[in-house]
């Protein structure tokens, strides 16, 4: 294989042949490429063939100079090639010693800031810290609660406790998905979502709850049935406000069930979310006339600066800095490339890229401003990092919007929110990595195969697909492997293959040491499944497997 300077996919993305040269150079001298190919039939045995080996050379683009980072002071072991007993193709590379470039070290581009590592909560601290204010709020119940065998008080007490941590639980919901990047890139959006989800549930049970538990406590009180109890409570202004409040947040609810979302639209879901905004104002409103909360001046001024401080956030983050990020950046289409017959990479330029601060794994939420399009935030990955104010998505054809991606038109405005997204090295605890991924989850292990710091013989990428026409940035990969001395591995072959190449024993064969490895992974959710139960087996930590995945 011969990569030159007229290479289609180098002349259109610039920034990487200046990579492919600088490592080229650094290197010294050109890897060997050994290729297997699989000749026999899907789910049959077959043969394997060896192809003699060809050299790289790359195109003599400038790149500018760099210091080289520091030698390992451990260097491991070299690893003998093991034998292999699958669909493979493999690709050995003599080592090239990283840059400061690699690592991330160094200063903002054009600016000379140096980049202060962005703050991150952690899971454990987020999931503490809603436990801790949910204990907190139940103290403040506890505190005001006076003791009663009364049946009207029983009912009463247990409809002020459900409706403070309903309005509480509210808060929450609402905090999860503000797109603090803090707490975004911490905890990671994946985990955010289902965080989301299934406090939506408790927070539904808890209102529905308090509901049901004030109306019989007021008809135990005043003695009446509980049809007559409800029509006496609607004429409170307070509860009819709390009564709509319910309605919009059980609409919220409804459409985000499986079922439900699977017959509107996503934008028809987006429009009946925002009606959690509404219901959480509702019971806002609500709870400053309860007697839990306007019982002592303090109580209310600190439930309201919680929820001013949520409301804060929110307008900030999804509101003001997109904007902000959309006028200074002035992102548009330069080039839509065709990598497979379903896939296609977007090529986007913009001013100042360097600010977001994307990191190689992430992902932002794009709004291309073309007919039916613009009404729609697309979360995608970058698919290479951002070089000379150039970003690069790679997508696949999979819904409606994704398939019309292939019609944008160079010029085409994009407003680009973000980073979003944990899966980056900061979650890296150990020296050798493995990055797996199946299908276009491929976009973000191409960059950090690229990016993330290692070693020679420290990274390897297996890449799962069906066969070699879905392989996506082929070229690309094999030439980060030749030029950074990793191992790259197709595993190629349908899922109902007799072998499959993400058995325990197979990935232990492909990845001497698998289980001193972490272990970064992306692909369909079936795929990643099987992966992660391969991966546990065949003795790796769940602790070590980061991943995130957006189906549940």
């Excluded at 907190?136 to 009207?152: F, I, K, N």
């Excluded at 929450?172 to 989800?197: C, K, N, T, Y």
């Excluded at 050798?432 to 191409?446: D, E, F, S, W």
């Excluded at 030029?483 to 064969?509: M, V």
Aim: hydrophobic share 45%; proline share 8%.
């Amino acid at each position: 294989m011969t990569i030159e300077a007229t290479d289609p996919q180098l002349a259109a993305y610039p920034a990487l042949s200046a990579y492919l040269a600088q490592q080229s150079q650094q290197a010294g001298q050109p890897g060997e490429i050994g290729q297997t190919e699989w000749t026999g039939q899907p789910g049959q045995p077959g043969q394997f063939e060896e192809a003699p080996p060809t050299y790289p050379t790359y195109p003599a683009h400038p790149a500018p100079p760099v210091q080289p980072a520091a030698p390992d002071p451990d260097p491991a072991p070299a690893q003998p090639r093991p034998e292999r007993s699958g669909p493979t193709r493999e690709v050995f590379a003599e080592p090239a010693p990283q840059t400061a470039a690699e690592t991330g070290a160094g200063t903002d581009a054009g600016t000379g800031a140096v980049r202060v590592p962005a703050l991150r909560i952690r899971p454990r601290v987020m999931r503490r810290g809603i436990v801790a204010g949910a204990g907190a709020v139940s103290l403040l119940w506890g505190s005001q609660a006076e003791p009663s065998a009364r049946l009207d008080a029983l009912f009463a007490g247990a409809a002020h406790l459900s409706g403070l941590l309903a309005g509480y639980g509210i808060l929450v919901m609402l905090l999860l998905m503000a797109r603090v990047p803090a707490v975004e890139h911490g905890v990671g959006a994946d985990r955010l979502a289902r965080w989301h989800s299934l406090g939506g549930r408790y927070v539904l049970g808890l209102v529905g709850a308090h509901g049901v538990l004030a109306l019989c406590g007021y008809a135990a009180y005043t003695g009446t049935d509980v049809l007559r109890a409800t029509a006496q409570l609607l004429g409170y202004g307070g509860i009819v406000a709390a009564a709509f409040g319910t309605l919009a947040l059980g609409a919220a609810g409804v459409s985000s069930v499986r079922v439900a979302r699977a017959r509107i639209s996503q934008e028809t879901w987006r429009a009946v979310h925002f009606l959690t905004y509404l219901g959480a104002a509702l019971a806002f409103a609500h709870q400053l006339v309860g007697p839990d909360v306007s019982g002592s001046p303090l109580t209310v001024w600190a439930w309201a600066m919680l929820h001013a401080t949520v409301a804060v956030l929110i307008v900030w983050y999804r509101g003001v800095v997109p904007v902000r990020q959309a006028l200074r950046h002035g992102l548009r289409v330069v080039e839509v490339r065709d990598e497979s017959p379903d896939v296609v990479s977007v090529v986007m330029r913009g001013t100042g890229l360097d600010a977001l601060r994307a990191e190689p794994g992430q992902f932002l939420r794009w709004r291309f401003v073309q007919r039916r399009l613009w009404h729609t935030s697309l979360p995608f990955s970058l698919s290479a990092p951002v070089r000379d104010d150039t970003v690069r998505i790679t997508v696949k054809a999979l819904g409606v919007h994704s398939r019309r991606m292939r019609r944008l038109r160079p010029g085409t405005r994009v407003l680009a929110t973000g980073p979003f997204g944990a899966m980056t090295a900061h979650r890296r605890t150990r020296r050798k990595v493995l990055l797996l991924a199946g299908g276009v989850g491929i976009t973000p292990m191409r960059v950090l195969f690229e990016a993330l710091p290692a070693a020679p013989g420290d990274l390897t990428l297996l890449y799962r697909a069906s066969n070699v026409a879905q392989l996506v940035l082929r070229d690309e990969l094999e030439a980060i492997a030749v030029a950074r001395g990793a191992a790259l591995h197709y595993l190629l072959g349908p899922s109902d293959a007799a072998f499959d190449p993400l058995a325990p024993q197979a990935l232990r064969d492909l990845v001497p040491e698998l289980a001193e490895h972490d272990v970064y992974l992306c692909g369909p959710g079936p795929m990643a499944a099987a992966a992660t139960a391969s991966l546990v087996k065949a003795g790796v930590p769940q602790q070590h497997i980061h991943s995130e995945q957006f189906s549940f």
